[in-house]
T-cell receptor, first 115, second 111 residues
């Protein structure tokens, strides 16, 4: 596709449920990032993939959060036993290299609401 | 831990004015600094990227400067237009592939 695509755009779930958020990066982009943006805040780093491997997952808040990128393209962010505090917009970005000398392209985000 | 602060949090100006948005960061050992634009309910669009060795970058009506030693950057918007209304975010990267963002400045340009 022409840009970074994220699905679903909106997800409402109940506390304790499992959620998957999908990111389809720009074709050929080897680097993929997940960020989380709470209301009124700037995005916060979650995890960075270079190819299929998670090069840096230091931003994942706890072990309920997990992300995969099995074929080096599409990535899925998985949240187990969701809590109300997980409510936020989850943003995915990709770039053509792992060096942040290049431009980051963001998707429009997946808005997660945990009731 | 790197902290990024943006002042003001919100700004309202009449159309045609020139304006400056400010960004400061606590750790001057950065790799680069980027300015992004975010429209309501949308993702981020990269506006300008300044490498640590550079002093400024320009794109159209936008000019971003970087003073790494003092931990400051400014985004100058010339001849503002209503279409410039958005939230502007500043982010720094310290060589760890992570961007640290400020909370943004919400700009409203009044016709």
């Amino acid at each position: 596709g022409a840009g970074v695509s994220q699905t679903p755009s909106n997800k409402v779930t109940e506390k304790g449920k499992y959620v998957e958020l999908r990111c389809d990066p720009i074709s050929g982009h080897t680097a993929l990032y997940w960020y989380r943006q709470s209301l009124g805040q700037g995005p916060e780093f979650l995890i960075y993939f270079q190819g299929t491997g998670a090069a840096d997952d230091s931003g994942l808040p706890n072990d309920r959060f997990f992300a995969v990128r099995p074929e080096g393209s599409v990535s899925t962010l998985k949240i187990q036993r969701t809590e109300r505090g997980d409510s936020a917009v989850y943003l995915c970005a990709s770039s053509s290299s792992g060096q942040l000398t290049g431009e980051l392209f963001f998707g429009e985000g997946s808005r997660l609401t945990v009731l | 831990k790197q902290e990024v602060t943006q002042i003001p949090a919100a700004l309202s100006v009449p159309e045609g004015e020139n304006l400056v948005l400010n960004c400061s960061f606590t750790d001057s050992a950065i790799y680069n600094l980027q300015w992004f634009r975010q429209d309501p309910g949308k993702g981020l669009t990269s506006l300008l990227l300044i490498q640590s060795s550079q002093r400024e970058q320009t794109s159209g009506r936008l000019n971003a400067s970087l003073d790494k030693s003092s931990g400051r950057s400014t985004l100058y918007i010339a001849a503002s237009q209503p279409g410039d209304s958005a939230t502007y975010l500043c982010a720094v990267e310290a060589g760890s592939y992570q961007l640290t963002f400020g909370k943004g400045t919400k700009l409203s340009v009044i016709p």
